[in-house]
């Protein structure tokens, strides 16, 4: 079978949102390449080891690949995607001098071979990501998240995944009850139980990341212990999922933990409804924030009565940890 190949060359900074565009257009599945330059500042501290970069991309850039079926119009595609690339900037986003172009491959050039990138990854102290296609044999103390992506966001290599399980391993003492919204492949509910967490209600408005988060959970054997609904965190309080239908949660509302790894603009439009959503003294774990919006979001948290108690870094990202006061208007 044959299929188009849509190319984006464009910034590493840019490439959740362009994948999740591609997503949106339907593809079938997407590709990320980033950078293999020696000059890119890597860390070491879990023994991690890199070898012989194996492309000439610059660095700070990164290559996107969307695969659509044959029939697919391609010009309407491209016409359609280039201006949400453009808005990109409104969000202080830069795509750079992007360019997009498109050739027909087989599938076997596709549906496969990324897999030889995606390796067993340790990204924190405890926690290693291992593809369901790998063969790894844990130390002691080492919790695997098995996970096959899909075409799903979440296999823990982009810096805020990482960051946002590192950042869980910190927060989670044992017994929590954690709503992970927006929650893409499921990597970060499957983390937050592997960690000692005791439900997890996983989030998120795109069927295709629902049903590959609903995947990921099966591999992991996690179906008693996490549930994949499709709704919003607002639909949730309200009693109700996107179809305006109110499903049974795993979870007792107020919960202890919240947790969002998405975009900065997207995390402050519910910050309030994760203040309602937490008991006093509970944890938000914001992530996905760009540096240049760390200050924006510092303030929107403040702002809804939050106290913020650590934030954490990785490259240009960096993942707020907030509490709820044990009563308001209380530090």
Not at 7 to 12: F, L
Not at 15 to 39: K, Q, R, Y
Not at 121 to 136: A, D, F, G, M, N
Not at 299 to 310: K, N, P, S, W
Request: aromatic residues 6%.
């Amino acid at each position: 079978m044959k299929w188009y190949e849509l190319m984006i060359s464009t910034t590493e900074q840019a490439i959740e949102m362009i994948t999740n565009f591609l997503h949106e257009m339907d593809a079938d599945g997407v590709s990320i390449e980033e950078s293999g330059t020696l000059n890119k500042q890597r860390d070491t501290s879990l023994g991690q080891w890199y070898e012989t970069p194996l492309n000439d991309i610059p660095e700070g850039q990164a290559i996107i690949k969307g695969y659509f079926a044959e029939g697919t119009d391609m010009a309407d595609l491209e016409k359609a995607v280039r201006p949400r690339i453009d808005q990109l900037r409104e969000f202080g986003i830069d795509p750079g001098d992007y360019r997009i172009t498109t050739v027909i491959v087989d599938e076997e050039d596709w549906a496969t071979a990324w897999k030889q990138y995606f390796k067993p990854i340790q990204v924190s102290p405890r926690l290693t990501i291992k593809p369901t296609w790998e063969e790894y044999e844990p130390s002691s103390g080492e919790e695997i998240i098995e996970l096959d992506p899909g075409m799903a966001f979440g296999t823990g290599t982009h810096p805020t995944t990482a960051l946002c399980l590192r950042t869980l391993e910190s927060v989670i003492r044992g017994g929590e009850e954690i709503i992970d919204v927006g929650t893409g492949s499921g990597i970060l509910a499957i983390g937050a139980v592997r960690l000692g967490a005791k439900r997890v209600l996983a989030l998120d408005l795109d069927p295709v990341a629902v049903s590959s988060a609903a995947e990921n959970v099966k591999l992991n054997h996690l179906e008693p212990d996490i549930q994949v609904q499709l709704s919003d965190l607002l639909g949730v309080l309200q009693g109700g999922d996107s179809a305006g239908s109110s499903p049974a949660v795993n979870v007792s509302l107020p919960v202890d933990l919240v947790v969002a790894n998405i975009l900065a603009e997207i995390i402050l439009l519910f910050v309030e409804d994760v203040y309602q959503a937490l008991k006093p003294g509970g944890i938000y774990i914001a992530s996905g924030i760009f540096k240049n919006k760390e200050d924006v979001v510092e303030a929107g948290l403040e702002q809804a009565g939050f106290i913020i108690t650590d934030r954490q870094r990785d490259q240009d990202w960096i993942a707020f940890v907030a509490r709820k006061p044990q009563e308001p208007g209380r530090l």
